[in-house]
């Protein structure tokens, strides 16, 4: 029977499944399963042809007892409540488990901009930016790139922003945004953060295993920001890209496709489909094809009960929020493949952004060996702790990694109390 969860339904199973494992408090556990604020503003945007559009956005704040909110803005037709929150809560798991100082927040437009001129697009940003208000700020709640946004649409935001501050206050307020470009205020390796982190625990993963990743073969779905760069980065092993999927199509090498040259392919075409190097395939037999590691790397909601069975694979790498659903897990589970979650495998993204919301604050540039560096030591941290909360409660990584977000989180309200 197909399943009927939404992403929000499954983001509170996923939650409470850790939840009951380590009987988290009860009333722990009513704070956290609700978003503290839900906001959602329709605002009118002028077009080139001269009429008015409006459109409705949205921001979540799940909670920030750690530290500031913190998420990604995505511009897509699917955006929504339900969504926004299950990203939110995502994201807070994400902070608590890399051990940074930020809560969980997320939100966007409802928009495909593919419809749009640039010039529409930037004066949706703005008018969004401005619609938001103090419901964002350096200090309270730090916007990042996410679903079809970049640094230039953080640069947008950041602009409009800080219109808004008294003129010698500016510059205090730069890390309103986090993934800006680097004359912005950016970090070094903020664009290929995600799939950076995502190739790291592939790493630790693989060296657990004494598996090499020499002549290993991987399969991405997605080939935007995160599934480009983790592919790319795999190249350097001496690992083999045999097969890829994005919205344009699903295509398939078993000798091998070359991550960078099919990255300019897509820079230039908008997608994988007709890439000359690989055969076309249809969408299902993309699951099917035979590979030692599957790189989700796309939305939600993708490795579902009736996917899981069809892979092939030893590990599931989660580049992409929420790509399996519950019973998805369960079925890999059951056929002894090894998942990444995705609060772990894709949190190199904001470990970056602390990285640059650190540096704006302290006025330095760190280069980018730093940064890596960085990076690699504190996810390498996260992924020990959380194989070691598995084996010590007898679970899978993800419910590890719900867990050791779960307990930190828990024991800061302990310590805090609840006001009054």
Known sequence: ??????????????FHNAADAINLSADIRRILEKPMNQFKVNFPVKMDDGHIQVFQGYRMQHNNVLGPFKGGLRYHPTVNTAESIALAMWMTWKSALVDIPFGGAKGGIQIDPSQYSKGEIERVT?????????????????????????????????????LTVPPHERH???????GKPLG????????????????????EWANDRAFPLKNATYMVQGFGN????SARLLKPFGAKMVAVQDHTGSIRNYKGIDPDDLYQYVQSTGGVKDYPQAEAIDPDDFFASEADIFIPAALSEVITEDIAPKLKVKLVAEGANGPTTPHGDRILREHGVSVIPDVLCNAGGVTVSYFEWLQNKRSEFWDIEEVDM?????????????????????????????????????????????FP
């Open 1 to 14: 029977m197909a399943e009927k969860l939404n992403v929000h339904e499954m983001a509170l199973m996923q």
């Open 126 to 162: 703005r008018r969004f930016t401005y619609a938001l208000g103090q419901t964002i700020g350096p200090e309270f709640d730090i916007p990042a790139p996410d679903v079809n946004t970049n640094a230039q649409t953080m640069a947008w935001i950041l602009d409009t922003y800080l």
């Open 172 to 178: 205090a307020h730069i890390h309103v945004v986090t």
């Open 184 to 203: 912005s205020g950016g970090s070094e390796g903020r664009d290929k953060a995600t799939g950076q982190g995502v190739v790291y625990l592939i790493e």
């Open 226 to 229: 995160v599934g480009s760069w």
């Open 374 to 418: 960085k990076l690699r030591r504190r996810l390498t941290k996260a992924y020990r702790h959380i194989t070691n909360i598995a084996k010590q409660h007898d679970c899978d990584l993800r419910t590890g990694a719900y867990i050791a977000a779960l307990l930190r989180i828990e024991n800061t309200y302990k310590h805090r109390g609840i």
